[in-house]
């Protein structure tokens, strides 16, 4: 059963066709670049995947699931990584962990210590005096210490510097390792082939081309 099955996946905002008949089949354990520059359709499939917006078209299923209909079902198994980190100003980073355990009912918490430590997160500092980076680390470190099956991550090291990539590409391999399946969003080629199984490419709301290294994973154009 696919992790994320998407077929003639379509959305419409009025006149404007942000995603147009997609189709991916992403299976467990396998680590997906969703690559395409901003305004191609990648957070709208996001949004999709998650059951935030109902598709225009087509349908999406997580685990077998149906995304829309059921996404309480859905997000117990996913963990989400925004590409804009928005959280509480006044909370400081350790009581938004805090509390973000707390809605997802399920963190692995000495993981979560562990976590702090390789990104240097200082959990005592109020959200709205963090850098974006260090918001974006509030997010990475609470999604990642979930162990959810599924992580959508949409443009993940937005923010980070050079030696914070760099654990955040240890730590999602370790999540591969540990059978976890992570779909990546992002407009940053060097970024999806360093971690990705294959590799998506979306231009104007259409997934042009996917690439991956093993024959069933042969190229395609549309």
């Not at 976590?115 to 240097?120: I, K, N, R």
């Amino acid at each position: 059963m696919a992790a994320i099955y998407a077929e003639g996946l379509t959305k419409r905002y009025g006149a404007t066709l942000a995603l147009d008949r997609l189709d991916l089949s992403i299976e467990p354990g396998e680590v997906y670049g969703f690559l395409g520059p901003n305004g191609a359709g990648k957070t709208t499939t996001i949004r999709l995947l998650l059951g935030l917006h109902r598709p225009s078209a087509g349908r999406v299923s997580l685990f077998g699931v149906d995304a829309w209909s059921n996404p309480v079902v859905t997000h117990r198994r996913v963990a989400h990584v925004p590409g804009e980190p928005a959280l509480w100003p006044t909370m400081t980073g350790g009581q938004t962990l805090d509390f973000l355990a707390r809605l997802r009912g399920e963190t692995d918490r000495r993981y979560r210590d562990e976590l702090v430590d390789a990104f240097e997160l200082d959990t005592t500092k109020k959200v709205r005096a963090l850098s974006k980076g260090n918001r974006q680390k509030v997010h990475l470190i609470a999604a990642l210490a979930t162990r959810a099956d599924l992580l959508v991550l949409d443009e993940p090291i937005s923010g980070l510097d050079p030696l914070m990539e760099a654990v955040f590409r240890d730590r999602t391999l370790e999540a591969k390792r540990r059978g976890q399946t992570v779909f990546l969003s992002s407009h940053i080629l060097s970024e999806v082939e360093a971690l990705c199984d294959r590799v998506g490419i979306l231009r104007e709301g259409r997934l042009i081309e996917e690439r991956g290294p093993s024959p069933t994973c042969a190229t395609r154009n549309r």
